[in-house]
């Protein structure tokens, strides 16, 4: 059976205690039916991935004791995804899937044509955790705060390109771009921004062209939801930039 891996914010090294909270305690003691003396693996996001054994487990609280770290600490790609807030479902899946692929950071945009109002930090959070305690990944992405399209480029980071998902058909063929960047822009901290269902307005498209720092691509021939677009271009990154290239994980 395989080790059940729980994210901390506290944290590990050998020896330590950790108590976990209620969520987690039932998650181990009621759906998992773990007992005292049951290995768990830990991450936190900083101290690498370690092993531990449940020392006491009751309604409420878990109390673990971190034994050795089976696993250093990973460098995840310095990849945002700026993504249109989508239905709820939808988003949850953006939130998920795009940890497994390996973002660093989820930033919700709101734009002109980004149907939804509100977006839940918390829920966004909890999906990437959940996904990245399955996925094996030794870190969670940041969540950003919600802002606006025009308020997000404002305070751009001078040095971080952006991979631009134009539904339009104007962009450049992604492999094409991603394979003929200069090497200062392939080696640069990157975003993948992608639109609502609705598309960017054309103001939007505009304000995205007068940035030097935007590479606009197209994703094929075929119109893509939003949630199918976001992952098709972290995984086209990925492939040609990212940390795919000298992986044999499966």
Known sequence: MRTVRLYT???????????LPSAQAHYL??????????????????????LAKIASIRRGEAAVTVESQTSPQDAAPDLWLLFAPVKRARIDFIAAKATELGVSALAPVFTDNTAVSRVNGERLAANAIEA???????SVPTIQSTASLT????D??????????????????VADALGGLPPDHAAAPWAILCG??????RQELDLLAEKPIVTRISLGP?????????????????????DWRNSSGG
Do not use: Y
């Open 196 to 201: 609502p269902e609705g598309g960017f307005s």
């Open 9 to 19: 914010e506290n944290d590990l090294a050998a020896g330590l205690s950790v108590t």
């Open 29 to 50: 003691g009621h759906v998992m039916r773990l007992k005292a003396g049951a290995p768990v693996a830990l991450f936190n996001g900083r101290d690498g991935e370690w």
């Open 222 to 242: 075929r119109i893509l939801r939003a949630d199918t677009a976001a992952l098709a271009a972290i995984s086209c990154w990925q492939a040609v930039l990212g």
């Open 151 to 154: 308020e997000r480029l404002t």
């Open 132 to 138: 990245a305690e399955q996925c094996g990944r030794n």
């Open 156 to 173: 751009w980071p001078t040095a971080r390109r952006i991979l631009l998902c134009d539904e339009t058909g104007a962009g450049v063929p």
